[in-house]
T-cell receptor
Framework: RKEVEQDPGPFNVPEGATVAFNCTYS??????FFWYRQDCRKEPKLLMS???SGNEDGRFTAQLNRASQYISLLIRDSKLSDSATYLC???????????FGRGTSLIVHP | GAGVSQSPSNKVTEKGKDVELRCDPI?????LYWYRQSLGQGLEFLIY????????KSGLPSDRFSAERTGGSVSTLTIQRTQQEDSAVYLC?????????????????FGPGTRLTVT
């Protein structure tokens, strides 16, 4: 089983839709969690950290479920500009080396 | 403020030649990472620096790959005797110190990458 797994998609949604992605991780010692977005042929950019209590940033909400070992990203009111690949990143406790998922592709269409 | 910069942005080289890729991290960031990403693939971890030392070189694919970091700032990744399978985008990222002022905050800020093509 891969350490971090994501559904590659693509998720094809209309503008204004709500879409959610999950990311599962296998190492129960994982401590830090992040979502990044990567546009085509660009570098990854930090989208948000994922806190134990869940956190929200505008239209984006991130949740952590330690019992089931997954994190989620919810995007409300999707915009065309949200089209990108969303990468899940996990750090094991005590390790500075992150593990990146392969990413979930989102396509928002008019 | 200035982000992470990398040079060159593109490099085309002949098989067997050596190449040197440069990364300028964000000022004050203590941790620096190198990754590579092949077309349509995920990020492959290469090496991590904390200050000038590299506690983890486990991702370097072969002894043709080496990296150094000087002055706790600029890093260079050197690939000797390049092969066609080395063709990829090489990404550098830096992280600020943790809240205690040591280690890393784990948040990574990426440079635009160097696209390496070995012909």
């Amino acid at each position: 089983r891969k350490e971090v797994e994501q559904d590659p998609g693509p998720f094809n949604v209309p503008e204004g839709a709500t879409v959610a992605f999950n990311c599962t991780y296998s190492n129960s010692a994982s401590q830090s969690f992040f979502w990044y977005r990567q546009d085509c042929r660009k570098e990854p950019k930090l989208l948000m950290s994922v806190y134990s209590s869940g956190n929200e940033d505008g239209r984006f909400t991130a949740q952590l479920n330690r019992a089931s070992q997954y994190i989620s990203l919810l995007i409300r009111d999707s915009k065309l500009s949200d089209s990108a690949t969303y990468l899940c990143v996990v750090n094991r406790g005590g390790s500075y080396i992150p593990t990146f998922g392969r990413g979930t592709s989102l396509i928002v269409h008019p | 403020g200035a982000g992470v910069s990398q040079s060159p942005s593109n490099k085309v080289t002949e098989k067997g030649k050596d190449v040197e890729l440069r990364c300028d991290p964000i000022s004050g960031h203590t941790a620096l990472y190198w990754y590579r990403q092949s077309l349509g693939q995920g990020l492959e971890f290469l090496i991590y620096f904390q200050g000038n030392s590299a506690p983890d070189k486990s991702g370097l694919p072969s002894d043709r790959f080496s990296a150094e970091r000087t002055g706790g700032s600029v890093s260079t990744l050197t690939i000797q005797r390049t092969q066609q399978e080395d063709s990829a985008v090489y990404l550098c990222a830096s992280s600020p110190p943790g809240t205690s002022g040591i280690g890393s905050s784990y948040e990574q800020y990426f440079g635009p990458g160097t696209r390496l093509t070995v012909t």
